[in-house]
């Protein structure tokens, strides 16, 4: 079991701060118990959370930051991403979420791959404006699957 922590970070809407949230993401869940495949499948999904609020969130505007929010409990890490945009129905989109297989279309599957990957996912709108995704993974044990 990992002792409970939080980290917090606050970056610009900018590309060049991905890495250094993908490495905060490391450190936070290092030593938790999570598989080899679990620990890819948080950092994909911290990744795309975050390129999703700078991008769609924040409009690449550099005046505007995104939040990341690494909670370590001890059977989880519960992931918050918050940027500073209008939002957007979170549970009517998945009404109606993009087909992941259509090849042809270069973009739309964030949701769908943070769904997958992630324990839950979940959006909420900021009091004072933004939206924040909420990542949720439960510590496996680290004993990866037969492939």
Avoid at 17 to 40: P, R, Y
Avoid at 69 to 80: A, C, G, K, Y
Avoid at 116 to 126: G, H, N, Q, S
Wanted: hydrophobic share 35%; with cysteine.
């Amino acid at each position: 079991m990992s002792e409970e922590m939080m980290i917090a970070l606050e970056f610009p809407s900018s590309y060049q701060w991905l890495n250094m949230i993908d490495l905060v993401c490391g450190e936070v869940t290092a030593e938790m118990g999570f598989s080899h495949n679990a620990l890819n499948e948080i950092s994909i999904s911290v990744i795309e959370a975050c390129t999703n609020a700078l991008e769609h969130g924040n409009k690449c505007c550099p005046d505007c930051n995104v939040r990341a929010v690494f909670r370590r409990l001890p059977d989880r890490i519960v992931i918050e991403v918050t940027d500073c945009g209008e939002g957007f129905d979170f549970h009517e989109y998945l009404k109606h979420i993009p087909d992941p297989s259509d090849i042809h279309k270069k973009r739309g599957r964030g949701i769908y791959i943070m769904k997958a990957m992630m324990d839950a996912l979940d959006y909420e709108r900021v009091q004072d404006g933004g939206m924040k995704v909420i990542l949720e993974k439960m510590v496996d044990g680290g004993e990866e699957e037969d492939e």
